[in-house]
């Protein structure tokens, strides 16, 4: 018989110094509570979540005012539910903690740019971004976005926004002038920073142009600032101004941070757009930080000091989670470029040279290590690494194995899930438990997740849909152009009425952990990138060649790839050439994510009898699995088309 044996346990004395472990004895100490471990932690933590994040708040000791007040009112309802109503604060504030000489943050851009900035130096630049954004009125409630690679300027013009109270947005360069404009478009924003150029692959790619078109279709625009990084800041930034020559004015002194309500927003994300344009949700800045806090350091274990990575851009949640890392007092590293130029173990040498603690990456990324035969312990001191996680797409049990044996054995190797709606995680890591391969370890802390049925009800056993059945502090406070919170209530609590779905189809283990099977909607995630099928519609059907079009995800290879089925006009010839072209504008005009794996001629397209694309009958058909109810469909015979299709094969 042979006996299944997790890939890593924790040291009791790993165990005994963690924080979890800390936090677990103030609960007694303070609170009389008799908690020993991580389950009982949780049962604890969605049974009296008022205590457990007041506690949460306490133990990272937020800045500001009211704490002494109610932590939860309204608590049953969800949406309804209202956190700490008294309290007021700043997330810049919050985030500037170090004004010392060690390093906040640390960049490196491929093999060209190496740049750190001390928490004197940052806590002085956000000073100076501050005044500035002042002088062009920007103020409480002001939006202000960001088209930036992961640069530290992009972290040092969030902090300033959010320090007056402003409420910051970001994307990467990679996207399209449409793109850019379907999201910063509809928050209208009174000041934008963009890029002169970004490095990718060794290539410089050219942004000026392009951000400009975009800041030109945003009449709310007062001023658009450009940094310059790759293209070095020469010639003229078109309709902006240099970032240099926008702070020159202003001098760095103390910051007048704005303390305001718990739930005042902080940031806009962008949904997928898997509709229409992209929902803009509203994350308030108490929530957003009470959760990163909680999760940074009682599941991840960061401590002062530690020196903490993501793979990111910033048109990702990822890089929301990374930057309040500064709220723990460790170090960021950044980085931006192709994680495999000029070498492949380049994210490697950053590790080993900075003494880097904590490595975030995608589980795309570990594939391709393994399909690689890289093996950075061979060749990197890594003595420094405690914890790896991984996210945007379920990490198969092949890609746990090659962490512990080609990474380092002595590792705690969190998967984690969660997503843009929540800013955070609903399942991920427990640095005090064994790593199952294959397997997300725990649900968070605060966070009554459960697995329901499609009745509604939970499952002990089975796969099923991913919930969280009570209020959560990191909640979205709302949808930014839905004044009654329709649209917000449709997206989360429509299917089950109280009760947060999530749209992950999911199955708990007998180890108490989880794996995520996939997404249970039509949202495309190659690589766990979220990408909405609207978005490559409206700019593949503005081809003359291309009279309609579906897109799906095909499971491939442990991940999604996109495949994109196309109608042509009469006589027209699905060829290499207009393949190319189809991707080539949809990069464009979307970005590198968006571009479809497989483009495939069809002659018809199934819909609904409301004449709706019928995606996810498309999708189940090129996986060989049932259509439940053809009857919805007014073609139904267009499926045919789809079914063991020869170009999906390989």
């Not at 677990?24 to 100490?29: E, F, H, I, V």
């Not at 009174?190 to 410089?204: I, L, N, R, S």
């Not at 800045?285 to 599941?299: D, I, N, S, Y």
Request: aromatic share 8%; charged share 20%; glycine share 10%.
């Amino acid at each position: 018989m042979v006996v299944e044996q997790p890939l890593w346990r924790p040291s009791e004395e790993r165990v005994r110094d963690s924080n979890l472990a800390g936090f677990m004895a103030a609960l007694r100490a303070q609170h009389g509570l008799d908690i020993h471990d991580f389950d009982e932690l949780w049962q604890f933590s969605v049974a009296d979540r008022a205590r457990f994040w007041g506690a949460v708040r306490a133990h990272a000791d937020l800045i500001g005012d009211g704490w002494d007040g109610p932590i939860l009112d309204n608590g049953d309802s969800m949406p309804g539910a209202t956190w700490f109503p008294q309290a007021r604060l700043n997330f810049a504030e919050n985030l500037l903690r170090r004004r010392d000489d060690g390093d906040a943050l640390v960049f490196r851009g491929e093999d060209r740019v190496r740049r750190r900035l001390s928490g004197r130096g940052l806590y002085d630049t956000v000073s100076r971004v501050a005044q500035a954004l002042r002088a062009e009125g920007v103020g409480v409630g002001d939006r202000v976005c960001g088209c930036l690679p992961n640069l530290p300027e992009a972290v040092i013009a969030m902090l300033a926004t959010t320090s007056l109270g402003a409420v910051w947005s970001s994307c990467s360069p990679d996207f399209g002038v449409d793109g850019i404009v379907d999201r910063f478009g509809q928050i209208t924003p009174k000041v934008m920073f963009g890029v002169d150029a970004y490095d990718y692959g060794g290539k410089v790619i050219d942004c000026r142009d392009k951000i400009a078109a975009a800041a030109a279709r945003m009449p709310s625009l007062g001023r658009l600032v450009t940094v310059a990084y790759a293209g070095g800041g020469s010639g003229n930034p078109g309709n902006g101004i240099w970032w240099d020559d926008f702070i020159a004015p202003h001098t760095a002194g103390q910051i007048d941070f704005v303390r305001l309500p718990f739930d005042h927003p902080v940031y806009i994300l962008y949904s997928s757009g898997t509709t229409g344009v992209p929902k803009c949700i509203v994350h308030g800045a108490g929530g957003t930080l009470l959760q990163h806090v909680k999760e940074h350091r009682l599941h991840c274990d960061i401590k002062p000091g530690d020196r903490v990575f993501y793979f990111t851009t910033c048109g990702w949640m990822m890089w929301n989670w990374l930057v309040s890392a500064l709220a723990s007092e460790a170090t960021l590293l950044l980085y931006d470029g192709s994680p495999f130029h000029p070498a492949p173990t380049v994210l490697f040498d950053y590790a080993a040279e900075e003494g880097m603690t904590l490595f975030g990456t995608s589980a795309k990324y570990i594939d391709a290590l393994a399909k690689g035969r890289i093996e950075p312990r061979r060749s990197h001191d890594l003595s420094a690494l405690r914890t790896m996680t991984s996210t945007g797409s379920p990490l198969a049990a092949a890609g746990f194995e090659h962490v512990y044996r080609a990474i380092k054995d002595d590792l705690h190797l969190a998967s984690i899930s969660g997503g843009t709606d929540l800013i955070s995680c609903f399942v991920l890591g427990n640095p005090t438990a064994p790593v199952w391969a294959g397997e997300i370890q725990a649900p968070g802390l605060g966070m009554a997740v459960a697995v329901f049925g499609d009745d509604g009800r939970p499952l002990a056993t089975g796969k099923g849909e991913l919930v969280c059945t009570k209020a959560f502090p990191s909640m979205p406070v709302g949808f930014w152009n839905d004044p009654d919170g329709a649209k917000y209530r449709a997206t989360y609590f429509a299917r089950f009425p109280g009760v947060w779905h999530h749209g992950d189809f999911v199955e708990r283990t007998v180890h108490g952990g989880f794996i995520i099977h996939g997404r249970s909607d039509a949202t495309l995630n190659p690589g766990g990138v979220r990408i909405g099928t609207a978005e490559i519609y409206r700019q593949v059907e503005s081809l003359a060649e291309v009279a309609e079009a579906v897109a799906v995800g095909q499971q491939w290879d442990d991940d999604v790839r996109v495949v994109l089925f196309v109608v042509l006009p009469p006589g027209t010839t699905l060829d290499d050439a207009l393949a190319e072209r189809i991707r080539r504008h949809i990069r464009d005009t979307c970005s590198p994510r968006h571009v479809p794996a497989r483009v495939v001629q069809v002659t018809d397209i199934p819909r609904t009898k409301n004449n709706k694309i019928a995606e996810l009958a498309v999708r189940d058909t090129i996986h060989g699995r049932p259509i439940g109810n053809t009857e919805a469909l007014a073609n139904p015979e267009a499926l045919a088309q789809y079914h063991d299709h020869p170009e999906l094969r390989s």
